[in-house]
């Protein structure tokens, strides 16, 4: 099973997040970068796939330069081979874009099945597994909790909302979204991080794919959310805190 | 502006965040002074179309076929996608659920157009239509505009509007309108099997009125006893944001948020919650809510009553103790 898993990297949980005055992005000097946490979800997977029926692993990232250790850290946990297509302004393209980009950098690659997170902890379009099935003409199922491979199809557990699931079945090849919490991501050994130094590699820069610059949408501005309640902050001592903080849920809110 | 409003059920019932974004479409209508249909979509739901036409819009299309009796993103997108090219909408849209993130992206791309997901208001100025997201988990808010040629595809985040705030058809109803599409069971590769619940709920948290909610803050399973005793002093019960589920620290059932229940109470406490939009759509509709975070910038506080930024592991003791202290006394 040849399987393809997209990886993104994004800004750290607790970076500070510097708006960029007049901009559509954060200043990204100062803060520090992470694989999003819902494509662990989706890499893991690949590697259980791929130990349960042999084949390979390929991650795929998009990016700038910074990008590449978010598919060295896929190579460490047992990923085959990276794609890294780079672009500096990556952060621009609008999902359909992206989608575009990807799918042209991985359509010769003709993967059984391509893998992605549920949605990116920092533009949060999650769209890019759905986009991507569209655009290489296969079918696609999301919000995956359990994939079950047998014979060229997948039984697939799909998670809905309110507590509810559906059985789905698929042929391959197909893509899929992952829903987080469906497996515990590994932790890379040292011999896996050994071994991926000696892992390929391959960027391809996106402005050479050919994807017709064509926006569908512009994010004018970003800006930190004006508040729609009015918060009161209770400060002082932990102690003086629980005092408050009990005594205005008592007597203020009246919902003690 | 002419609207096209996809609209929602599953088995005959409603997924009522139709109704949210159907109000959001009114409001657009009014002011573009555009036009407004509303689309059901599926089997045997005539008596939902029916029901739909009694709302303000100016007529509803009825689109059955036995392929469209349980979803499929093939049999959906290329249903809607003839709908949309008979119709000519400019502005598609959609309530955010897990249905429409599964096809709207494909339905929009398959018409060559992109789709301003997961919105949580618009602006109409200057003539211009402005989408509001959420960016970086809701420590942002971003405003995106299409740039292309219509129809333009935009889903709207649950809660994001008030369903009740949707007018009724000022002249009796509108008229129900079937639409034929072309579909053909060779065009469905995804074969939906059955519906299931994973476990009996236990627990029906909407029904408490005091709850005690955990996320990441909490750090360690070992940590949970802390946040259950104060929910027993408060006489609450005690849930979680999706990570604590995730990782087995509390059972599936006391999720609260997109993926698990949407609660109410009369007082909802956050404890070392960050507020992602896929928690905060589940319990924004408490009257009251209170939240400890560390992070004085966490979206939670956006929508807190009271805040306490700082370490919940010097407050909760203090606040047992306190309740011990006045309980006692």
Known sequence: MKIGVCVKQVPAKDAPLAIIEGSAWIRESDIGFETNEPDGFALEEALRLKEKHQGEVVAISMGPERAKQTIKEALAKGADRGIHIADDQFYKLDPLGSARSIAAAIKNENFDLILTGLQSDDQGFGQTGVLLAELLGRPHATIIMQIEVTDGRMKLKRELEAGWFQWVELPLPAVLSIQSGINKPRYATLKGIMAAKKKEIVTVPRASLGVPDAPTQHVERIYVPQKTKKTEFITGQPKEIAAKLIEKLRHEARVL | ?329
């Open chain 2, 1 to 329: 502006m002419k609207i096209l409003l996809i609209t929602e059920q599953r088995e005959g019932k409603w997924n009522k965040v139709s109704f949210e974004t159907l109000a959001a479409a009114q409001q657009i209508v009014q002011q573009t002074k555009g036009t407004l249909a509303g689309v059901v979509i599926g089997k045997g739901v005539a008596a939902l179309a029916d029901e739909l036409a009694g709302s303000q819009l100016d007529e509803v299309l009825l689109v059955e076929r036995d392929l469209l009796e349980k979803y499929t993103p093939d049999g959906f997108s290329l249903a809607l996608r003839q709908v949309i090219e008979a119709v000519k909408p400019d502005l598609v849209l959609l309530p955010h659920t897990y249905q429409v993130r599964d096809f709207a992206p494909k339905l929009a791309a398959s018409v060559g157009r992109g789709m301003i997901g997961d919105c949580i208001a618009y602006r109409y100025e200057n003539g211009k239509l402005i989408f509001v997201r959420q960016m970086f988990q809701g420590r942002t808010a971003a405003d995106v505009v299409f740039t292309g040629d219509a129809p333009w595809v935009a889903s709207f985040q649950a809660g994001a509007f008030r369903a009740d705030l949707a007018a009724k058809h000022a002249g009796g109803k509108a008229p129900v309108k079937s639409v034929n599409v072309n579909l053909a069971a060779e065009q469905i590769r995804t074969k939906p099997l059955e519906l299931f619940r994973e476990a009996k709920q236990a627990v029906d948290l909407t029904q408490a009125p005091i709850l005690i909610s955990v996320g990441r803050g909490i750090k360690a399973p070992e940590n949970i006893p802390l946040a259950e005793k104060l929910a027993k002093l408060m006489g609450g019960e005690i849930c979680a944001s999706r990570p604590i589920c995730d990782e087995g620290w509390l059972p599936m059932d006391r999720q609260i948020g997109s993926s698990g229940q949407t609660v109410a109470p009369k007082l909802y406490f956050a404890l070392g919650i960050s507020g992602a939009i896929q928690h905060v759509v589940g319990m924004k509709g408490s009257r009251t809510i209170a939240a400890i975070n560390k992070d004085q910038n966490a979206p939670i506080f956006e929508v807190a009553d009271y805040g306490v930024v700082g370490d919940l592991f010097e407050i909760v003791p203090a606040m047992i103790e306190e309740l011990e202290k006045t309980k006692a006394g």
